[in-house]
């Protein structure tokens, strides 16, 4: 009775509305193994150019691509100890505004090829740069360098605008290993590139620094066929160029990270000194030949200050985003975060054109560690950023999407002789942000992410809208409009170190997602929305779940309540409503006007979507399509956000809560939904305890809990599973908990108070 009651409380604590807000577009992008997006480009129109690596054989390349097979050593198998060195392909993809594949190539040879950056022009050409260590790349003839110099070099690719032919491709290096991580290109089709270079770089005479290693600037001619300039940035070991930017001038803006206490600076620039051991941040401005530097200026402190995206504006400010972890960083007053809030936060700089002065350097992150990768800017100055982060409390905002971190524990499975339980790490997410031109407000600012571990490295900025890329190894990444794949490829990944042991986790797929602006027309004529209803979030719904769904007239003027039909199953018709999910009615708990409360049909498994229709008086009122994924669990918990305290019993029967905790080390009752198929009739009341199985893995604090039954719990809906765990010891405090079952995690948020 008592559980009953619990449950009747936790549900209907969620009549009420949920908050609003979705993508304008988000896909899933890969195949069977490991897919990252690096970096992306847009051209006028806002096609959307990305590269990346993949180690995927079923990339989903397109007829007439340049190169249709993956030419490396696809597979998931990796480390030291693999049996087969896999290898990975550089790809290309050109994306239509609204996220349509228009031409997806690999490029690559017989080793390991990664394309870090993209560019493009204004014909449509895409300019790639990354490393290789392929002696077979498809190098063009007449090309600078046409054989491999060292253990891998650059290699600089330009594609035709539909992607089926190979303008030109050079390798670039010396003796020993050789990276491109940006690029950039003007209107006459030179291509402007950075990264870190051999001592022996071929450097052209009269350059800037033709002598040292590392950072480096060069200029490649229209043809690929010969270097207009290549340059150092300092004298040796110099660290490594991770951003270039131009100006209408023809002037070089290079940005990266440098640990050379010596990095060569200007008179009057900004310069803050490397502090020993440690690292910095900084920003060249060559002239138009190479010659000199206008200025070079460094900004350092007590801690390692990392860079990454580089942008320029009209007026030759600059702009310099990345990661520092130094308390002294030189923010600046009015800025909008003045002081370090984690072990490490993002930054974003903006020097003004004689790289004298910071016309505002800000910080940008939470309790935990916070990098930032892609930089932008719009025609008003506004800054867009993205990246990583492992703060709990990153400073999103109100219109957030999601408001809150998504990131469960990433559990890492560790194979030895020993039987060693998973590990448990947090998992990051993904962010993305909006500066104001002065750098004091945040505009804007979103965990982009699922339930496992997301990276962001790319953004670009478009009139009215911002798209950010990265990598995801979530089940339950948000996608939204028409994506190209709305499911994570299921492809587990294994690293082999040792004879004894090995690490398996789910392979990255990559991502693309844009983001409207303003957020309130992002979808305008979108009428239901399905969440689920533990953690009202849209997640891939699952057979047997609890869901809530919003939309405007949906159901009757007054409320009503679940009824019990002539079969003892809870009834599919309420007050004249019924929910169909591709015709299969689904028992009903809750309707009134704007929101109905419904179990999914165990029929859904299997299936990859399902039309879900809202019928009123045999009229339908809405609908909309849904992904379906295997499970989707939800900690119920007693506040109707789907955070907080537990609905979840101690073992003396008193309701978990602050001040009645349960005792480390004891029995503690969690109730879930959307642990999928019941294997009950749809709308079942359990009459008996049996174990799931697999058992599902819960997490409380940074520990694995002992779960001692999983299953339904009597009297109550089948559709609700009561999970029984040991909690561990020792532990203490409010201690947030997680329950993992079929590749999908619970909400973050939730927890348990332990004494």
């Known amino acids: 009775m008592r559980v009953s009651a619990l449950l009747c409380l936790a549900l209907a604590a969620r009549a009420l509305q949920a908050g609003s807000g979705t993508l304008a577009y988000a896909t899933y992008l890969g195949g069977d193994g490991t897919d990252i997006v690096h970096a992306m480009a847009l051209d006028a129109a806002n096609n959307i150019y990305l590269t990346g690596e993949t180690l995927s054989s079923n990339f989903p390349v397109t007829a007439g691509a340049f190169q249709k097979k993956h030419a490396g050593q696809p597979g998931t198998i990796t480390g030291l100890l693999a049996g087969t060195a896999v290898a990975p392909d550089a790809f290309v993809v050109k994306l239509s505004p609204s996220g349509q594949i228009v031409y997806a190539t690999y490029l690559g040879g017989a080793g390991a090829d990664t394309g870090l950056a993209i560019a493009v022009d204004s014909a449509g050409s895409a300019y790639v740069v990354g490393s290789t260590n392929s002696q077979n790349f498809p190098v063009t003839a007449g090309a600078v360098q046409t054989r491999l110099a060292g253990n891998s070099d650059i290699f600089v690719a330009k594609l035709s605008p539909d992607g089926s032919t190979l303008v030109y491709a050079t390798y670039l290096g010396g003796a020993g290993f050789d990276t491109a991580a940006a690029v950039a290109v003007d209107s006459a089709g030179n291509a402007y590139l950075g990264g870190t270079a051999s001592s022996d770089f071929p450097t052209t005479p009269g350059a800037y620094r033709a002598q040292g290693g590392g950072a480096f600037a060069a200029k490649l001619n229209s043809t690929g066929a010969a270097l207009v300039y290549a340059t150092f940035l300092g004298d040796h070991e110099s660290g490594i160029t991770s951003g270039v930017a131009l100006d209408s001038a023809g002037d070089v803006y290079a940005g990266g990270s440098t640990s050379a206490s010596d990095f060569p600076t200007t008179p009057g620039a900004v310069h803050r000194a490397i502090g020993t051991g440690n690292s910095a941040a900084f920003l060249v401005k060559l002239n ?113 999407l999601p408001k809150r971190f998504a990131g469960s524990p990433c559990l890492i499975t560790a194979g ?336 348990l108070f332990v004494k």
Not at 291 to 316: E, F, M, R, W
Not at 317 to 329: E, I, M, P, R
């Open 288 to 400: 138009p030949t190479g010659t000199a530097a206008i200025y070079a200026a460094i900004l350092g402190g007590s801690g390692d200050s990392l860079a990454g995206g580089v942008a320029v504006d009209a007026q030759g400010n600059a702009y310099l985003a990345g990661s520092t972890d130094a308390a002294d960083f030189p923010v600046t007053a009015g800025a909008f975060q003045e002081s370090l809030a984690g072990n490490a936060d993002a930054f974003v700089i903006k020097l003004n054109a004689a790289g004298s002065h910071l016309l505002y350097a800000t910080l940008l992150g939470g309790s935990g560690a916070d990098r930032a990768s892609g930089l932008a800017i719009d025609s008003a100055g506004d800054a867009f950023v993205s990246g990583s982060t492992f703060s709990t409390d990153f400073p999103v905002t109100a219109d957030a």
């Open 416 to 751: 030895s002789p020993f039987g060693n339980p998973p590990a448990v790490a947090l998992c990051g997410d993904a962010f993305a942000a909006k500066l104001n031109a002065s750098g004091s407000t945040l505009a804007y600012a979103t965990y982009l992410s699922g339930s496992d571990a997301e990276s962001a490295a790319a953004v670009a900025a478009a009139s009215g809208a911002m798209y950010v890329a990265g990598w995801t190894r979530s089940n339950n990444f948000p996608t939204a409009g028409k994506p190209i794949a709305d499911a994570r490829f299921p492809a587990t990944c294994t690293e082999i170190n040792s004879p004894s042991s090995s690490q398996t986790y789910p392979c990255e797929d990559g991502f693309i997602a844009r983001i409207d602006f303003p957020r309130a027309a992002a979808h305008p004529s979108r009428s239901l929305r399905v969440v689920n209803t533990g953690s009202l979030l849209e997640t891939p719904v699952a057979p047997a779940e609890v869901v809530t769904l919003f939309g405007a007239a949906i159901g009757p003027d007054s409320p009503a309540t679940l009824q019990l039909d002539s079969s003892n199953r809870i009834a599919t018709v309420l007050a004249g409503t019924r929910v169909l999910f591709d015709g299969a009615a689904a028992p009903l708990i809750r309707v009134d006007a704007t929101q109905i409360t419904a179990i999914v049909p165990n029929g859904v498994a299997g299936k990859s979507h399902s039309l879900v229709a809202v019928e009123r008086n045999g009229q339908t009122t809405a609908s909309t399509t849904v992904v379906i994924g295997a499970a989707s669990p939800a900690l119920l918990t007693i506040d109707p956000s789907g955070t907080g305290p537990c609905a979840a019993i101690n073992g003396d029967g008193t309701l978990n809560a602050a001040l009645t905790p349960a005792p480390a080390g004891s029995i503690v009752a969690l109730f879930t939904i959307g642990a999928g198929a019941s294997g009950q009739p749809d709308g079942a009341i359990a009459t008996a305890a049996a174990n799931i199985s697999p058992l599902p893995i819960v997490v409380v604090g940074t520990q694995l809990a002992q779960v001692l039954y999983a299953g339904p719990s009597p009297g109550s809906t089948a559709a609700m599973t009561q999970i029984n765990i040991r909690l561990p010891s020792p532990a203490s405090g409010p201690l947030p908990v997680f329950v993992l079952t079929g590749g999908f995690s619970s909400q973050f948020g939730a927890i």
